[in-house]
């Protein structure tokens, strides 16, 4: 599994990020300068992007009004809610270096399952749960950077490659090779969650990607 170092050779990279860590921002603006991608394509659907655009003000004040007496004890924690209704990193970043360069930026991901999560942000956010949802969202967090560590650094498979993921891999294979079509010959970098990396089915192998897990 390459890492942030190395050389980079070759038409297509996939960078596997832990969502929602805040080390995400800078992490990537140094790897998509180092790559110079001509398209870069986001495990992020065009629903979600819309549904954060055209909502997050609302849900960010009705938040903040719930979280005001809860920073002094949870800290930090409150930015996981704050970052399940706010634009991804990952995308806001890509979206910002192909403003810079002038290149394509692309959320490739299905709508489907992106609907039937945020359905559930009144839910998420409703006063009697958000205490509830701070705990699970950082062991959430803590859990996953658990597991990528077990994947990259032992070789350990703790996690499943479960049937949403193959739909939604399948589905995003299917959108990045008509953008290899029409953009022939052209550097491609595909940011995803780390987890997509391991693709037990090969799907992305037709692309020969260098898989890229950026954390030291």
């Known amino acids: 599994m390459a890492h942030a170092d190395i050389e980079y050779r070759g038409d297509f990279f996939m960078i596997g990020v832990i ?61 996981g809610l704050y970052s399940f209704i706010d634009m991804p990193s ?12 002038d290149t394509a930026v692309y959320p490739v991901d299905m709508d489907l399952f992106s609907l039937l999560k ?19 969202d950082e062991k959430a967090r803590t859990s ?9 650094r032992k070789g350990v498979t703790a996690f499943s490659y479960d049937e949403e993921m193959v739909i939604r891999d399948s589905f995003i294979c299917h959108k990045i090779g008509i953008l290899k079509k029409r953009y022939a010959n052209r550097r491609f970098v595909h940011i995803a969650g780390w987890q997509h990396l391991r693709d037990p089915l090969s799907l992305y192998e037709p692309f020969h990607p260098v898989k890229i897990f950026p954390y030291d």
């Open 90 to 101: 990952e995308f806001t970043v890509a979206e910002e270096y192909c403003r810079q360069h």
């Open 118 to 136: 945020l359905r559930r942000v009144d839910e998420l956010i409703d006063r009697g749960n958000v205490a509830a949802n701070l705990c699970a």
């Open 19 to 79: 969502h929602r860590d805040e080390r995400n921002p800078d992490i990537l603006s140094t790897l998509l300068e180092k790559i110079q991608p001509d398209v870069i394509t986001v495990e992020v659907s065009r629903y979600s992007l819309e549904f954060r655009r055209s909502t997050g003000d609302m849900y960010r004040e009705r938040l903040g009004g719930i979280c005001g007496c809860l920073d002094r004890l949870h800290g930090r924690t409150i930015s």
């Open 144 to 152: 996953e950077k658990v597991l990528a560590d077990l994947y990259f």
